[in-house]
């Protein structure tokens, strides 16, 4: 049997694409017999072996913590330009770690997304205790001073001065978390993993991540969970129309722009302007639908068009992508997303703009149809060569499922993680408890009190050069402001409780009405019964009352 490890995952969260990439990987090293745990700011999902942290702050340091949050806000989330609004985070004072009871039973530590969980200052702790650390990136932060995607800009490659996403930037931000990262995280002792040769080859020009460690091992997914399908069956499954050509793609950020959103709807436009798919989707024979948040310049373009939210459980997702006929993604800028790789388990094939990773999985006209970045015209002649084109959507299909099963099960994952796992334990002494233990078993509750420092750079801006009474002052707009999203939300939820109310007493108004009327109808029947001649002659003889 192969050596067992205990690997203990650190992430912001374990759900979002980051975070279900981070817990696929931890469930997928649990079932192939090692020692797996996850420790995460925001628990979303009910998974085995991952626990939410503890966090029980002295007021002082609570206040340093919302004073973070507070600069995030008003510097950061509401003063970027239009270049992108993706995802741009502060290297706030992250949380002290290195004390926890997961972390010293451990005898590996893996970090994944960790932006606002784990800071530089709290990553050279965990360095310093002198355990393995492997690192994967699961988009550009690690190696940028905020950006989540650089938007096509290199200044990563540099110091990241005059970013531009940010507008009003006197502080010079973005220079000044990146040389905060440049020294403070000890990359030296750290193993860096990118999914992709994309991010891969960013993280190798990076002016961080140059002189790393770099390995790359691409996700994996759980291809039992997205089987291929027969799409007649798993469309009636679901109630859909057998016999039409569904459209699918995800939405999780509507508003995002490197998700190409607009550029789909634009290609969709050109598609209604060729006869033949027009002629088709006026017959009802193609409908788009969607997940996450509708698209509403869609559901103008007079194609049949339905938003389904959002789906909880793989069993839905993999129902959808079963019975989906296309997968479209129109990424601008992408690395590896989870939505690609189900959908092409589950013997869908894609059409996607040619970024990031995705070329990566999608092989031109085998796998899908790659289109290039932004060219929504030729993404408009994908669809329709797709749409009618049966013989080629099925053969893609059934090599989308091989590919997957080959190239990007979890369970493949799993083992090229341990195998690197234990290279790097080589020499090392493993965790104080018994090997023969499986499981962690103390600390799950244990509380974290203490924060770790900001780079003095950034801890110069955010607080020093910020006179206390005007600290103050923001902070408790902010609060009140949070008071008043509270209160807001507390209203919604009161007007649905009312809606609710209110149509539950309509079904009743309703019930009751149909019961008059069925009181009326007998009333009018015995009416006319009794106006009848027969019953005048009965009346008359007495044989009945009147």
């Known amino acids: 049997m192969a050596e067992r490890f205990r690997i203990i995952h650190l992430a912001a969260t374990d759900a979002g694409g980051l975070g279900r990439s981070a ?20 628990k979303k999902r009910s998974a085995k072996e991952t626990f939410q942290t503890k966090i029980d702050l002295a007021p002082d ?21 239009p270049v992108s609004n993706s995802l741009f985070t502060l290297n706030e004072a992250g949380l002290a770690l290195e004390t926890h009871p997961l972390i010293l039973d451990a005898d590996v530590i893996h970090l994944h997304s960790v932006a606002r969980f784990l800071s530089p200052g709290s990553i050279a702790r965990l360095a310093a205790i002198g355990k393995p650390i492997v690192w994967t990136l699961h988009d550009m932060r690690p190696l940028t001073g905020g950006c989540h995607f650089s938007a096509g800009c290199v200044g990563f490659t540099a110091n990241c001065a005059r970013c531009p996403q940010v507008d009003w930037d006197p502080y010079f931000i973005t220079e000044a978390q990146l040389a905060d990262q440049r020294e403070t995280i000890p990359t030296a002792k750290i193993t860096f993993v990118a999914p992709t040769e994309w991010l891969a080859q960013k993280a190798r020009v990076s002016s961080l991540l140059k002189n790393a460690r770099l390995e790359v091992i691409p996700y994996g997914i759980e291809t039992n969970s997205f089987p291929s399908r027969w799409k007649p069956q798993a469309k009636g499954h679901l109630g859909l129309e057998t016999s039409t050509l569904h459209l699918l793609f995800v939405a999780n950020r509507l508003g995002e722009m490197r998700k190409g959103f607009e550029n789909l709807a634009h290609a969709i436009e050109l598609c209604l302007a060729r006869p033949d798919f027009k002629a088709k989707a006026d017959k009802g024979e193609i409908a788009l639908i969607s997940l996450g948040h509708p698209h509403p310049r869609l559901a ?12 909880d459980s793989d069993e839905e997702m993999s129902q959808l992508y079963g019975a989906a006929d296309l997968f479209l993604l129109p990424s601008l800028e992408e690395n590896l997303p989870n939505t690609l790789l189900e959908a092409m388990s589950s013997g869908t094939p894609p059409i996607a703009f040619a970024t990031g990773g995705v070329p990566e999985i999608v092989v031109q006209d085998q796998t899908g149809k790659l289109v290039t970045p932004g060219a929504d015209a030729d993404f408009a002649a994908a669809i329709e060569t797709l749409i009618l084109d049966e013989g080629l ?8 499922r091989k590919t997957i099963q080959e190239q990007f099960d979890n369970k493949l994952e799993a083992q090229r993680y341990t195998k690197l796992y234990a290279e790097l334990m080589t020499g090392r002494p493993r965790s104080a408890r018994s090997a023969e233990t499986f499981g962690f078993v103390r600390g799950k509750d244990y509380p974290v009190t203490k924060l770790s420092p900001m780079g003095a750079r950034l801890q110069q801006i955010c607080t020093d050069s910020l006179p206390r009474p005007l600290q103050k002052m923001v902070a408790a707009a902010e609060q009140q402001n949070r008071a008043n999203e509270t209160d807001l939300i507390e209203l919604k939820n009161l007007l649905g ?50």
Not at 23 to 35: K, M, N, S, T, V
Not at 500 to 517: C, K, T
């Open 61 to 81: 340091l609570a206040e340093k913590e919302f004073a973070a949050e507070v600069f995030q806000r008003w510097y950061l989330d509401h003063n970027r330009t």
């Open 300 to 311: 103008t373009l007079g194609i049949p068009y339905v938003c389904l939210g959002f789906l």
């Open 393 to 400: 959507r099925q053969t893609m299909g059934e090599n989308c």
């Open 497 to 546: 409780v009312q809606q609710n109310a209110i149509q539950e007493l309509q079904s009743e108004l309703d019930e009751q009405r149909g019961v008059l009327r069925k009181h009326e109808t007998t009333i009018l029947h015995q009416n006319q019964i009794l106006g009848s001649s027969a019953i005048k002659m009965l009346r008359q003889l007495k044989l009945i009352k009147k």
């Open 23 to 42: 817990a696929r990987l931890h469930e997928g090293i649990l079932a192939i017999g090692q020692d797996s745990s996850m420790l995460v700011r925001q």
